[in-house]
């Protein structure tokens, strides 16, 4: 069996609102948005980008307008984003006051992390290889 090569991975993060996500991203980590899909007086979908990494935002409401029922079986489940930076250091002075969900740390398998929860409620670990960094 011939296996195909993945090029490329997008998490679709769903929550009740995008807008307050969108500003964690452009405005303490230089994402830009680069499309938007308004739904009512709101956003119902939106990508963003910085360099390689991108991410898209639907709103519960927009997945169930989307495709009707499949919010039964996903809704209460959330992911978590883990990436990895250059500067550690930069995103701890970039995150000061957002809610963290874990304090820095260093972990077991070599890395120097700090979590937070991102406004739609998700789980973000960004992290720099231990011997990297200064902490």
């Known amino acids: 069996m011939k296996t195909t090569s993945i090029r490329k991975l997008t998490p679709d993060l769903f929550v009740e609102e995008i807008e307050p996500c969108i500003a964690f991203w452009r405005d303490r980590l230089g994402f830009q948005v680069v499309a938007e899909v308004p739904e009512g007086d709101r956003l119902g979908f939106a990508i963003l980008s910085n360099g390689e990494v991108e991410l898209m935002y639907q709103t519960w409401e927009s997945l169930e307008n989307d495709v009707p029922g499949v919010t039964r079986k996903t809704a209460g489940r959330s992911t978590g984003l ?30 120097d992390e700090i979590g937070v929860r991102e406004p739609g409620g998700h789980i973000v670990i960004f992290a720099q290889p231990a011997e990297t960094s200064d902490k």
Do not use: K, N, Q
Request: aromatic content about 14%.
């Open 82 to 111: 883990f990436i990895e930076v250059s500067d550690l250091d930069a995103i701890a002075r970039a995150l000061e006051g957002v809610d963290h969900a874990f304090p820095r740390r260093r972990t077991f398998y070599g890395m």
